[in-house]
Structures are given as C-alpha cells and as structure tokens.
C-alpha cells in the first residue's frame, strides 16, 4: 500500500521551510520536493528553485540530506530522499535552496509505503 501526501510551500533566497511529520516504527518514507519553475541551465539560478531537502530528528539532528537526485527527465534539481522510521516520534523536514542561492514554490511530497 502506497499512501502520499503533498503541500505547497514558498521559499526565499536565504531561506527555508520547516515541515513536521510524526513517524511510526517500520514507517518507509519518500519525501520529495518539486519545484514550480526550475532554473534553466542557461539562465540566472535566482529564475527558479533548485532545492535541498533536509531531515532531522526531533532534537534537530541531521539524518539526511539530497541535492539534485529527483526526476531525471526535470533536469535534476529536485530532491528526493528515503528513510525507515525507527521509532515514534517527529520528524523534521527542511526545503531550501542549493547553497541559498535561489527561491520560490515548491510541491512536499511525503509518500508512505508499507
């Protein structure tokens, strides 16, 4: 069983988002983040968000994080990462920009396998 989630969110150069998810034992998560408009390869990076997704624990340890890994065929700039819940507990989840450098909207994508 497949169960998925998305929200819209909005970043500035320089920023970044902060998503909370509370996780069961067993729990395989993909979190994705899709960006509305990606940079071109020929144009300023500042026309369209090329992102980073980061995750941490509830005390605000890193866990993971991806740069570049989500589709393919979109040109690369999204992110995508995979994690197994090992207990209960929150999880947090970062959107922002490669090196900050770029802004704008964006699709969080949390699916749920199990």
Known sequence: ???SSDSHGEI???????????????E?????????????EDADSNL?????LILYDSQGNWLQEN??????????TNSQLSYTVPADGVLMIEVRSYADE?????????????
């Open 102 to 114: 770029s802004g704008g909207g964006y699709t969080l994508i949390i699916e749920l396998r199990g």
């Open 48 to 52: 369209g968000l090329d992102t980073r």
């Open 28 to 40: 395989l998560l993909t979190i994705s983040v899709a960006a509305d408009r990606l940079p071109s």
């Open 12 to 26: 500035t150069i320089g920023g970044g988002e902060l998503w909370r998810y509370i996780g069961q034992p067993g």
């Open 1 to 3: 069983m497949v169960l």
């Open 67 to 76: 740069d570049d890994g989500y589709p393919v065929e979109r040109g690369r």
